[in-house]
Each structure stands twice: as C-alpha cells, then as structure tokens.
C-alpha cells in the first residue's frame, strides 16, 4: 500500500472508527515506549505484562478519555470565544492543563499500578512522591504540542499525531518509574531492620545495633550432619541432597518469654538456638565470630528467596550477595543449577563477615575453629 493510500486508509478510519482507530494507535505507541524503556535500562525486555498494561490503559481508558474531553473543551472555547481561533486556542490549552493534566495522571498512576499488580498502599505512595514532579515535566511539553496541535490540525488527527509526542513522553514516564523503583528498592533495603521469629513465634530476635538488610553479608547453604534435619529446607535434586539454608547477620539479641529458646553446643566452636516448642533451628553462633550470626533463611522478616547471586526480600527488594554450598558429599559438581558453588569442605568462609568496615579478619586456627589471637586456640 502506497503512502498516500494507507494516509487516506486511516483518515476514513479515523472517521467510521474514531475510539478504535485511536485507540490502537495510542495503545501501540505507549506499549513500544514501554519497550524501549525497558532496552535503555534492563539491555532486555523482563515484563510483558508492562507493555500490555499501558496498550490496554491506552484502548480503553486514555483515548476515551482525551477523545470526549478535546471535544467537550473545544464547543466551551467557541462558545467563550467566537472571533479570535488564537484567543480561543489559549483557552483551550489553559483548561488541558490546569484541569485534565493533573486529573489524568492522577488516573494514569492507580489504572497502571493496577494492571501492574502493584499494592494499594504502593501506588499511593508513589501519586505522593511521583504526581507533582511528572505534572511539572507535562508543563514543560505539552502545552506547546496541545497549542500547536489546537491550532493548526483538524480535530480528528489531534491525538494520532499526539501520539508521536507522546511515545517520547511515555518512554520518559517509563523511564522515571524504572529509576523512582530501583530507589525506592534501595532506600527500603537501607532502612529494614533485620528482625525475625521462628514459625511459632516463641523465638524473636532484632539486631542490637539496629542493623539492616544492607548488611545481611551472604548465606551458605550446609549439609553436615550437626543441622537438624528439619532444618534442611533447601533441596537440590542435582546434588541429591538436602541443606540448611544459613544467613549472615550482624550479631542480634534473641528473646523467648516462655523460655522456648534452648541453646545446643553440638561442637566446641559453636552453639545453636533452637525453639524447642516448634523445633526450629534458628541460628548457628560461631566462638571465633564476634560480630556476625548465622540464621535461618525461613526465620528472617520480610521472607526471603534466593535467586544467585540475587536474595529477593519481598516487595520487589532485592540484594546481591555471597552464597555457596558446603560440606556437601553427595556430588561431583562444581556448582548447582543455579549457579551455586558446591563445596565439600567449609568452601569459601570468611571469618566474621559482618564485621565493621575497616576491622581486621579475625586470626582464626584452621583445625579446632578457635581464635588464635585470644589464646582460645590449643592446638599448639
């Protein structure tokens, strides 16, 4: 089909199909912002269901709405105004941005974060942090489009050609919204306190220094024969073998009113909490380690997922981190089919992780696990 036939092919579709011709059009144009979005930032695309969600607010929500408003506003102005089209055009534009502007976005940022599947709570405190920033950004473009546009189109191709304007403001909205998450993500990480419980709740624990997710240092993942059965939640069918999937935290404070928190020296460097009224392990506390515990990945608030090198803390949060398999007999691989690395002896253990910065690893014997430096060491 030539130029000039497929123009007049979507003038009459224009005509015969106003809200589907537009639709479409709009509902394309936001979707590929969307991707390209997504190319700038992520080098890929990771969500479809972002593209579909601002095709689908597009079709049947945006051009409905900027379709009936341009109509409605442009019979007010002529009526204000019947001699001066400039005159008539302010007018118009003046109402586009002082009224519609902010009530769209408004709708914009509740319709997409429900068809994102995001929270009620989330989308409302992104309208507070987002709205009159993104409003402020619309009034340094719009305006002249929607002038321009009232002034010179027919009414029909306002929103078809606006869509060209508005695929670069749909990729800098998509943009925005990449960089205002991936803050958001660190500033909840660097503010979380580390808290956690075991299932029953009998056994809590906080950081005494009031620590947070930030400096959770790595995890690994044992299979000896001293963790408790129940406790070895992370099973490989690759390696064949169960493990206790363990956490670095900075020291904490663990408290049991009902006196369920038993404490088991089952060698001599290291003690383990378990509660002995829902059999949970809840951590491994090492002699030689003065800032640094080791708790089960299950016990930690908010619930954690692995996802090497990624420990997903909920909400969309997520941090990368050092995590390894040790002591694990039951297998020749080097790593598992996540990419773990699988070790059949302690693997790649640095001496209290969570040390502050700065402060010097610990002098540790490698044969009975005892501070050398303290003279805890007898090994001669």
Request: hydrophobic fraction near 35%; glycine fraction near 6%; proline fraction near 5%.
């Amino acid at each position: 089909m030539a130029a000039g036939e497929w123009a007049r092919w979507y003038l009459s579709a224009l005509e015969k199909k106003p809200y589907v011709t537009k639709g479409l059009t709009s509902g394309v144009m936001k979707g590929l912002s969307d991707i390209t979005g997504q190319l700038l930032v992520d080098k890929k695309i990771n969500s479809y269901q972002t593209i579909l969600s601002k095709f689908i607010f597009e079709f049947f929500i945006g051009t409905p709405i900027w379709h009936n408003f341009y109509k409605y506003v442009n019979y007010f102005s002529m009526y204000c105004i019947k001699e001066s089209k400039f005159l008539r055009t302010l007018l118009s534009t003046f109402i586009d941005q002082t009224t519609m502007t902010p009530l769209f976005y408004i709708i914009w940022y509740y319709c997409i974060g429900i068809l994102e599947s995001q929270s009620l709570k989330d989308i409302k405190q992104q309208v507070s942090d987002e709205l009159i920033p993104t409003i402020i950004s619309a009034w340094k473009v719009w305006p002249f489009y929607t002038f321009f546009q009232m002034y010179f189109l027919p009414e029909q191709l306002w929103i078809p050609v606006g869509n060209i304007v508005s695929y670069t403001f749909g990729l800098y909205l998509k943009l925005r919204d990449s960089y205002y998450k991936q803050n958001k993500d660190s500033l909840v990480v660097a503010t979380q306190k580390i808290y956690g419980s075991c299932t029953c709740g009998s056994v809590t624990y906080q950081n005494m220094e009031n620590k947070t997710l930030h400096d959770i240092w790595g995890m690994f993942i044992c299979h000896c024969s001293q963790c408790p059965q129940n406790s070895k939640t992370w099973f490989d069918k690759d390696i064949n073998s169960s493990g206790t999937p363990w956490v670095a935290i900075p020291r904490s404070s663990y408290k049991s009113p009902n006196k369920s928190l038993v404490i088991k020296n089952l060698s001599n460097f290291a003690e383990r909490g378990i509660c002995q009224k829902c059999g949970d392990s809840v951590y491994i506390r090492y002699m030689c380690e003065k800032h640094t515990d080791w708790v089960h990945m299950k016990t930690l608030t908010p619930k954690l997922k692995l996802d090497p090198p990624l420990l997903h803390l909920g909400n969309g949060i997520r941090k990368t981190i050092k995590c390894q398999h040790i002591h694990c007999k039951s297998t020749c691989l080097e790593k598992d089919f996540k990419g773990i690395p699988i070790y059949d002896n302690e693997g790649f253990w640095e001496p209290d992780p969570c040390r502050e910065k700065g402060q010097a690893e610990p002098n540790v014997c490698s044969n009975c696990w005892q501070l050398i430096d303290d003279g805890n060491c007898k090994c001669g």
